[in-house]
Antibody
Framework: EVQLVETGGGLIQPGGSLRLSCAAS????????MSWVRQAPGKGLEWVSI???????HYADSVKGRFTISRDNSNNTVYLQMNSLRPDDTAVYYC????????????WGQGTLVTVSS | EIVLTQSPATLSLSPGERATLSCRAS??????LAWYQHKPGQAPRLLII???NRATGIPARFSGSGSGTDFTLTISSLEPEDFAVYYC???????????FGQGTKLEIK
């Protein structure tokens, strides 16, 4: 059974950094396309970043230069390093899996809440 | 950048009724459109792939149609568990970006 479990969320001050983790089971992250998607309070879904099976990465314009996606194949885990956090980064962050680059997100985690506030 | 516009923003219906949700793209996305169901506190759930194919385990009362710029998600007879927010989503080829519509809230009348 495919399972994605996000951890690492919390309350952080503006300008701070946080690293989110997404532990996967039931499949191998290195052969799939792993994304982070977020939902701000009262808003819709917003794609944030993706890491391809080959290792290429892509970002939404809103986070480019501040966020970095990576993975640890030995731990079957995907990460999102978030720097220079702003109040508008406040959201529930979901990890999601696609089997190929052009596919939609077949599996999602339950999400982890990030709150950026002083 | 392709923009997806969903309508209506809110749809109020009763169990047993038919629901029709719309998603319009600002330019053609061919058939590369997906639909998701999202309930508060839960993970989003993939319903429809490539405009009209049900994802694994999705009941037959859910169906998708359309191509190009106009797409529809139909729920033939609403069950109590179907009341949720529904999103359409597409992927642009280059640079790779994944866009969601703003969502349609399906609520119990």
């Amino acid at each position: 059974e495919v399972q994605l479990v996000e951890t690492g969320g919390g309350l952080i001050q503006p300008g701070g950094s946080l690293r989110l983790s997404c532990a996967a089971s039931g499949f191998t992250v290195s052969t799939n396309y792993m994304s982070w998607v977020r939902q701000a309070p009262g808003k819709g879904l917003e794609w944030v970043s993706i890491i391809y099976s080959g290792g290429n990465t892509h970002y939404a314009d809103s986070v480019k230069g501040r966020f970095t996606i990576s993975r640890d194949n030995s731990n079957n885990t995907v990460y999102l390093q978030m720097n220079s956090l702003r109040p508008d980064d406040t959201a529930v962050y979901y990890c999601a899996r696609a089997p190929v680059a052009v596919a939609p997100f077949h599996h999602w985690g339950q999400g982890t809440l990030v709150t950026v506030s002083s | 950048e392709i923009v997806l516009t969903q309508s209506p923003a809110t749809l109020s219906l009763s169990p047993g009724e038919r629901a029709t949700l719309s998603c319009r793209a600002s330019q053609s996305v061919s058939s590369y459109l997906a639909w998701y169901q999202h309930k508060p506190g839960q993970a989003p759930r993939l319903l429809i792939i490539d405009a009209s194919n049900r994802a694994t385990g999705i009941p037959a009362r859910f169906s998708g149609s359309g191509s190009g710029t106009d797409f529809t998600l139909t729920i033939s007879s609403l069950e109590p568990e179907d009341f949720a927010v529904y999103y359409c989503q597409q992927r642009s080829n280059w640079p790779p970006k994944y866009t969601f519509g703003q969502g349609t809230k399906l609520e119990i009348k």
